[in-house]
């Protein structure tokens, strides 16, 4: 088992969470990939997005088939100016490749878009690019401590 899915299932862990990891060689690098290769929605597939608002990194937990809405996000932030970090910000950010990012293990601030919410259950990047788990959303917000909002157009 790859250290960064180690790393996901402490986190998990520490928060009261059992998660089980599943790998899927061809990748799951994208939500469509991952949907696919699960054999789910792509709206169950949890984009974890790192954004700077205002300078400082946050997550924001998206549907894998909607689009994040930059200015729904710095409202919820409470901030003005939103931008998108290149791979390196990010992995400095949450020690996580892009692709492979998960909603837990960091210490960013997180925010949810509602629409996570239709679902029973949803998957996640377990910390690399073959690697999710599966939650159901009110446990990935309970583990995230994360701030529900409307994150895009339809959430």
Request: some cysteine; glycine content about 10%.
């Amino acid at each position: 088992m790859h250290r960064n899915v180690e790393s996901v299932i402490a986190a998990a862990d520490e928060k009261g969470l059992t998660i089980e990891p599943r790998s899927f060689p061809a990748g799951t690098k994208t939500a469509q990939d991952a949907a696919a290769a699960i054999g789910v929605e792509v709206g169950q597939i949890v984009k974890s997005l790192v954004f700077l608002v205002d300078g400082a990194p946050v997550m924001a937990l998206v549907p894998g088939d909607r689009r994040l809405d930059e200015t729904l996000l710095a409202e919820a932030v409470g901030g003005s100016v939103v931008e998108r970090p290149d791979a390196d910000a990010v992995r400095d950010a949450v020690g996580f490749p892009i692709g492979g990012v998960p909603p837990i293990g960091h210490s960013l601030p997180v925010y949810v878009d509602r629409g996570l919410l239709a679902y029973d259950e949803v998957w996640a990047a377990a910390g690399t690019w073959t690697d999710v788990f599966a939650v159901a959303p009110d446990d990935l917000l309970r583990v995230t401590s994360a701030t529900l909002c409307p994150l895009s157009e339809t959430g």
